[in-house]
């Protein structure tokens, strides 16, 4: 099967790229992050393309792309946080090894940078993303063959532990 080897998915903030690089390096393999071809086909970051365009457009647009995106990728492939909440995008998925990223919201809100890369969360970034865990977790559970959990953990433990899933 061609396409990628590995993808992560869980809520922003929860290391898909971070993990994703440290595992691709680890594989001798190329790391992509979804959320930078959304950018390079429409010149705004992923955060910015939700506020202006509306989550159903934004995921519009990302079912277009997906589909180029699994049939090139052979390496780590990091999505965005709502890019498998599409069913046409859940369906295309279903071949590949899909691991979810779990985290807990008190970690997400320590973690720095988070709201300025997702404008989408302003004006009350705890509210929104308790909602946004409670209605993605069972969502990226679904999709997904494996679940992480980073919670306290360090990048390179959790890359260890995802580089185990492959083996099984």
């Known amino acids: 099967m061609s396409g990628p080897v590995l993808i992560l998915i869980g809520p922003p903030g929860s290391g898909k790229s ?17 959320d930078d071809d959304v950018e390079n086909e429409c010149g705004l970051p992923a955060g910015e393309l939700v506020v202006k365009l509306g989550r159903e457009a934004f995921s519009d647009l990302e079912c277009r792309l997906i589909g180029a995106v699994l049939a090139e990728h052979a390496g780590v492939l990091a999505l965005g946080g709502g890019t498998p909440l599409n069913p046409a995008i859940q ?11 779990d985290v807990e919201l008190d970690e997400l ?5 988070l709201v300025t890369l997702h404008p989408w969360m302003l004006p009350n970034p705890r509210a929104h993303l308790r909602q946004l865990l409670a209605q993605r977790r069972p969502i990226y559970e679904a999709v997904s ?22 083996r099984k």
Request: charged share 25%.
């Open 145 to 166: 063959g494996v679940v992480v959990s980073t919670t306290g953990r360090s990048a390179e433990d959790i890359a260890a532990e995802v580089l185990l899933t492959l």
């Open 109 to 113: 809100l320590r973690r720095e940078g």
């Open 18 to 34: 971070t993990v994703g690089r440290l595992v691709a390096g680890k594989l001798g393999v190329p790391f992509r992050d979804f």
């Open 91 to 101: 369906e295309q998925l279903k071949l590949f090894h899909i691991v979810f990223l």
